[in-house]
């Protein structure tokens, strides 16, 4: 006799190809289920790209709810009205449910949880800085929260995100920290940077990951290392205007703009540079920041996500929003040797251990 299918559903507005932390980490997550005998299907938004609405990645099953990146209230509620029913069709054969960012997808799944049409144990996962102060804003915040809060377990990935649970009045007893993970074979053989001369930008390309900040200190720092050299991966709304802030600045010749650039790709670009640059206002927990800690390359972020607390001095941190405190930092990281020993942060962000404690916060053997 077959064995009954175990099905882990993963709920987000965003997946591959796009390259955000958050779709990575999903990426991840799924195929980490995978290895541990579960089905990993993806249930997501195409954000009007052009892009199948159902196909199999690396045997992840990835369905895809036609959207667009800036969507009406109307077209909100179609896409949580087709979340909602996709949840529901599976719900014979899921075990658990893995749901991202405390908006749309996870009043989605609530709401199907509220209703007790679905019975399967979910995890939603305040995705950045801004998910719940969000949520609060809009109208009917105690329905909203009453959705979110039908989830068995409401995580956050930095001490700011519980702050906010808790200040929402969500229930202590759900609230959980689990935080990001990532591929951390990478460890084993990498080699720290013997100095720093290229930087790397990873991320959407808009001005709240601090993209001009970015352009404007490196400026600044080249006009004394001319050897320097700055590599954006990436798109977003803020590309061309920052094309346009390079040439201003005297400095397209020495940035190199690689778009969006494939997941399976990631890997080897973090072993073409130096330093991780990441002037973000607000993060949750950037996976972008672990990635390149596992390739053992220096790390230059401003305060945001815990990352703080988790690398403590190991770590160069630089005040958001400013330019001139940005360049300094990059000065200092130009200018002498590089400290990149992360072994410790290393082994508590492996995606083995992230899934492996989701599912173990869940009741969910695997």
Aim: glycine share 8%; proline share 6%; with cysteine.
């Amino acid at each position: 006799m077959a064995s009954p299918r175990r099905v882990a559903l993963i709920v987000t507005p965003g997946y591959l190809p796009l390259l955000g932390g958050m779709e990575r980490e999903c990426a991840l997550l799924a195929r980490e289920f995978a290895r541990r005998g579960f089905e990993p299907v993806v249930i997501t938004e195409d954000q009007g790209m052009d892009v199948p609405s159902r196909e199999r990645i690396d045997g992840v099953e990835v369905i895809r709810i036609r959207s667009r990146a800036e969507r009406s209230l109307p077209l909100q509620l179609r896409v949580a009205a087709r979340m909602s029913w996709l949840v529901f069709r599976r719900r014979r054969h899921v075990a658990v449910a893995i749901v991202r960012t405390m908006t749309l997808p996870a009043l989605a799944v609530g709401l199907a949880k509220r209703l007790r049409l679905i019975r399967f144990p979910t995890l939603v996962t305040a995705e950045t800085g801004f998910d719940v102060a969000a949520l609060r804003e809009r109208p009917l915040y105690p329905l909203s929260r009453a959705l979110a809060s039908a989830h068995d377990c409401l995580n956050g990935l930095s001490q700011a995100n519980l702050e906010d649970l808790r200040a929402g009045g969500f229930p202590e007893s759900k609230i959980t920290r689990i935080p990001n993970g990532i591929e951390t074979h990478a460890w084993d053989t990498a080699t720290p940077p013997e100095r720093v001369e290229r930087l790397l930008f990873l991320g959407r390309l808009d001005p709240e990951k601090g993209v001009f900040e970015l352009a404007d200190a490196f400026a600044d720092v080249r006009s004394r290392h001319k050897s320097l050299r700055l590599t954006i991966a990436g798109d977003g709304p803020a590309r061309a205007e920052l094309g346009r802030r390079c040439e201003e600045l005297g400095i397209a010749d020495a940035v190199k703009f690689l778009g969006r650039v494939p997941y399976e790709e990631v890997g080897a670009l973090f072993q073409r540079i130096d330093c991780m640059v990441l002037p973000s206002y607000s993060e949750g927990m950037p996976l972008t920041v672990l990635e390149a800690a596992a390739h053992r390359r220096v790390l230059v972020v401003t305060d945001v996500g815990d990352l703080r607390g988790m690398f403590g001095d190991r770590i160069h941190i630089a005040p958001p929003r400013d330019a001139a405190g940005l360049a300094r930092v990059l000065e200092e990281v130009v200018t002498t040797v590089p400290d990149a020993d992360y072994s410790d942060v290393i082994e508590k962000v492996s995606i083995e251990s992230v899934a492996g404690a989701m599912l173990s916060r869940l009741g969910v053997s695997g």
